[in-house]
């Protein structure tokens, strides 16, 4: 299970956090949406320490951390952490110099431990997982934005984790390619994978949500299924963010 208690986060003066609280049970899928500047990715970031809370508690399979101003977290503790966690950025971040084999293994190897054969084994596995097998020895600026973000996938299902992160994962890409990674996740939902992430892929997130949170002004807006957060909205605000996303089915009237 995955719990958040009352966390903060400022920038400086900005403060980008008010007190988030959120709970997810383990192989469901919570989706976070909201208008830009809303705090969704400092969130998500947050799950995996790669923005440090200033306040508040994340509990993350078994593992309690807790966040005051005055007391800073071990490297110890956020390496552990991050373990439990895989991330999938907007940018793809693969390693230019590596195949994608190469990338799929170099977490097994320099995180895990694990022998190259194992690695080799497990990254074939996975690259089977996401239709790139054919793929192993291409480099990533021989793939096109969708065959390298489902490489990125892959690379974070090596390592294991207990959840998946997703930071817009489509973002980037050019809509024609926007499927091939939106089936993966999917199929990844449907074999109880759990996962965070953060998209403007509404109709996606009807499909696969199991929660979505709307946020703005580093504040939940509403919380609840996608039938209560993007059909039946409680707030005028919430409506209005809905609405100017023209085009999707699941908007509301």
Do not use: W
């Amino acid at each position: 299970m995955i719990e958040i208690l009352d966390l903060h986060k400022s920038f400086g003066q900005h403060t980008v956090l008010k007190g988030i609280n959120v709970k997810l049970e383990h192989g469901k899928v919570l989706v976070i949406i909201g208008p830009s500047g809303s705090g969704k990715t400092t969130l998500l970031r947050c799950f995996n320490l790669l923005e440090v809370p200033d306040r508040g508690t994340i509990e993350l399979g078994g593992m309690k951390l807790s966040f005051t101003d005055a007391k800073e977290i071990s490297q110890h503790n956020v390496v552990a952490l991050r373990k439990k966690t895989g991330m999938v950025f907007q940018s793809y971040n693969l390693f230019p110099h590596m195949t994608t084999l190469g990338n799929v293994m170099e977490g097994q190897i320099t995180v895990q431990k694990r022998s190259k054969e194992d690695a080799r084994k497990r990254a074939m596995e996975l690259l089977e997982k996401v239709g790139l097998a054919d793929k192993s020895d291409s480099y990533p600026h021989q793939l096109s934005g969708g065959q390298q973000q489902r490489v990125a996938i892959a690379r974070a299902m090596a390592v294991e984790p207990e959840v998946l992160l997703f930071d817009e994962p489509t973002s980037a890409l050019d809509p024609e390619l926007v499927g091939e990674v939106l089936k993966v996740m999917k199929q990844l939902a449907a074999e109880g994978m759990t996962m965070v992430i953060v998209t403007h892929e509404m109709a996606f997130a009807a499909d696969v949500a199991d929660k979505i949170i709307l946020m703005e002004d580093g504040l939940i807006l509403e919380e609840g299924t996608p039938e209560e957060v993007l059909k039946h909205p409680k707030s005028t605000r919430a409506r209005q963010f809905l609405n100017r996303l023209s085009g999707e089915d699941v908007l509301i009237p």
